[in-house]
């Protein structure tokens, strides 16, 4: 599977607009965008997926370049239960073993009340 | 809803004793995997299960087993224990094996030390 670049931390303030970036440079067409979250303590929760269109749920928005080499993942009011790490996941569901998400080491999300 | 469910939650260990994990997934899910996640980094794949047999396995030493049951819970088991497998064992549910319409559903994890 292709890997994603995320920066190591960032901090945001209560309220505001988080955009978390993630590179994928090497991503192939068939491979799907996926983020999870991990908050302290917890095991990984899914937040939001896509392939090429930008996608909207409860939780998060993914907005998808068009050349598909990056994306971002976009919470519209950071609370402080969003802090967590956040991973980009790249999925290519053509082989066996669907399942095998490689985590990398995310991007811990600091929100500052 | 009973989400995933993993124990025991956290246990202790010393080199050389063997360690069984257990999972049971949310009601109607298949597929069973588990995780290896390092203090300070992601989680690492180890096995997936869908409908009792292997459907993937990571870059473990065969120290590492795992089986899943008729009722598609599973147990992950480690033999010859190394101080190096110290690390919290998650498990991950989802209906089927492939993920671009699904989503995998995690467990708390089973925090394992190794003395």
């Known amino acids: 599977d292709a890997k994603t670049t995320q920066p190591n931390s960032m901090e945001s303030n209560e309220e505001e607009p988080v955009h978390l970036p993630c590179n994928h440079s090497?991503?192939?067409?068939?491979?799907?965008i996926h983020w999870y979250r991990q908050l302290p303590s917890q095991g990984p929760e899914y937040v939001i997926h896509?392939?090429?269109s930008n996608v909207n749920n409860r939780m998060a928005s993914l907005a998808i370049a068009e050349d598909r080499k990056s994306s971002t993942l976009i919470l519209h009011r950071a609370t402080l239960r969003d802090a967590a790490v956040y991973y980009c996941i790249l999925r290519d569901t053509r082989g066996t073993g669907a399942n095998n998400l490689f985590f990398g080491t995310g991007t811990r999300l600091t929100v500052i009340p | 809803d009973a989400g995933v469910t993993q124990s025991p939650t956290h246990l202790i260990k010393t080199r050389g004793q063997q360690v069984t994990l257990r999972c049971s997934p949310i009601?109607?899910?298949?597929?069973v995997s588990w995780y290896q996640q390092v203090l300070g980094q992601g989680p690492q794949f180890i096995f997936q299960?869908?409908?009792?047999?292997?459907?993937g396995r990571g870059n473990f030493p065969d120290r590492f087993s795992a089986r899943q049951f008729p009722n598609y819970s599973s147990e992950l088991n480690v033999n010859a224990l190394l101080l190096g497998d110290s690390a919290l064992y998650l498990c991950?549910?989802?209906?089927?094996?492939?993920?671009?319409?699904?989503?995998?559903?995690f467990g708390e994890g089973s925090r394992l030390t190794v003395l």
């Open positions: 299960y869908y409908e009792k047999e292997e459907r």
């Open positions: 009601s109607g899910h298949k597929s």
């Open positions: 991950a549910s989802s209906l089927g094996i492939v993920l671009n319409t699904g989503e995998l559903f």
């Open positions: 896509g392939l090429t």
């Open positions: 090497t991503i192939s067409g068939t491979d799907y």
